[in-house]
């Protein structure tokens, strides 16, 4: 299994969450979604446990050093499996836990077997660093090394050279880079993630002075003000100083849209695709003309789909799915290239996932109940075929509906 499966496609949130505390030059090596809205991230110095708690409190991270990590495992559950961080806090699992389903066990696998070798390379050279610092003759001691280099400049209190905020008094240390959302080290001229020119994103509301991240947020937490300048074409965060769109290519010259009405017209843009039906449904003519990221990778499936270029659909599909997890559309077209690659498991996951969002999505009520059917499960199935009958009574896939119905009726 090649390394790359390491690395899969998470949600900008979950990621995002991460970076805004990664140090100087460290690097993603693992990034596995676990369950719905939770996430394993680990670079060569840390393990992260990446969770959605809730809107108020937004992402929550549970880092810890591997100096601090006596050991990972994979463990079996009754729906998938679960990855335990072993930690000082056995008390606290759901800090260092994180659940997933039975087709994401073989990276979770490797993961553990990747991160159990950082983590032997990081006790040996704790152990070198200790025996160095000796003075020769004398005995090791057996305290642990402090790490805290460093005091904050506002309240003194001991920080590490990766810490964006003071976890004392929340003050400020480092600058956030507005493209990657990584940390800027002062005095730098160039971020030293992506390379771009120094570029420090907003920290604070300019209307109620709220602590919000312009590099992750696109509006106020508090108040709902506008953080930063957008894309007119299409309402992306722009850059400044960038002559083009980082998301869509676009060249910017036309006033870019603020506030609470790029907000409605978004919501306007989603509810349009969440009610298109039909085979990995397309695009609208708005969404043409005004297209978010995520809609463009969903768009690029929908070409590839139609040269019956199945994978790479699939990994277009993904990419839509990561950046916009709320679109049901998103989801179905997912499953519908995963059934052309026969791969029913995967696309029993898309489809139910797409009835969370959708329960009344035509598409996904009639090819789930092919799948529940095929896979022993007739009675749902046909429960299913049944509600798809009620929601869109005439339609086509209805009328399909009726005849599987009537078939099971016969058996």
């Known amino acids: 299994m090649a390394k790359s499966n390491l690395i899969q ?6 990621e995002n969450a991460f970076r805004r505390n990664m140090a100087p030059g460290e690097q ?18 840390r393990v992260a446990v990446v969770r959605e708690v809730d809107p108020t409190q937004g992402v929550a991270v549970y880092s810890y050093l591997f100096t601090d990590i006596s050991d990972v495992s994979v463990e079996p559950t009754p729906t998938g499996g679960m990855f335990v961080i072993g930690t000082p806090e056995p008390g ?14 073989p990276q979770f696998e490797e993961a553990a077997a990747e991160i159990k070798k950082l983590l032997a390379a990081a006790r040996q050279a704790d152990e070198d660093d200790q025996i160095e610092q000796q003075p020769r003759g004398t005995q090791m001691s057996s305290s642990k090394v402090d790490n805290n280099e460093y005091k904050c400049s506002a309240c003194g209190a001991g920080i590490t050279a990766d810490y964006t905020f003071c976890p004392a008094c929340g003050a400020q240390i480092q600058d956030v880079c507005s493209v990657c959302s990584g940390m800027l080290p002062k005095g730098a001229s160039y971020c030293p993630h992506c390379g771009s020119e120094t570029k420090p994103a907003t920290t604070e509301c300019s209307m109620c002075g709220a602590r919000a991240n312009s590099s992750v947020m696109s509006y106020c937490p508090q108040c709902g003000t506008s953080l930063t300048s957008k894309c007119a074409s299409c309402g992306g965060a722009i850059v400044a100083g960038w002559p083009r769109c980082r998301y869509c290519g676009r060249e910017i010259g036309a006033e870019g849209m ?19 039906g039909g085979y990995a449904r397309q695009s609208s003519d708005f969404e043409e003309e005004v297209e978010s990221p995520a809609a463009e990778h969903n768009r690029k499936g929908s070409e590839l789909f139609d040269e019956e270029k199945f994978d790479e659909a699939v990994e277009e599909f993904r990419r839509a799915v990561a950046l916009d997890p709320t679109n049901s559309s998103y989801h179905c077209n997912l499953a519908i290239a995963y059934e052309e690659l026969n791969q029913p498991e995967e696309a029993r996951r898309e489809y139910e996932r797409t009835l969370e969002l959708d329960p009344n999505d ?12 095929e896979s022993q499960d007739p009675e749902r199935a046909a429960e299913l075929w049944r509600r798809l009958t009620e929601v869109a009574p005439g339609s086509p896939e209805a009328e399909e509906a009726e005849q599987n119905l009537r078939a099971q009726n016969n058996l």
């Open 92 to 105: 606290e699992e759901d800090k260092h836990t994180v659940y997933f389903a039975s087709y994401w066990k």
């Open 9 to 14: 496609y998470l949600s900008s949130d979950l």
């Open 28 to 45: 993603i090596i693992v990034s596995i979604p676990g369950a719905i809205g939770e996430a394993l991230i680990a670079s060569e110095r």
């Open 362 to 373: 035509t598409t996904a009520l009639l090819y789930l109940g092919y799948l529940l059917n």
């Open 258 to 276: 603020i506030g609470r009405n790029l907000r409605m017209q978004r919501q306007w843009d989603a509810e349009e695709r969440t009610s298109t």
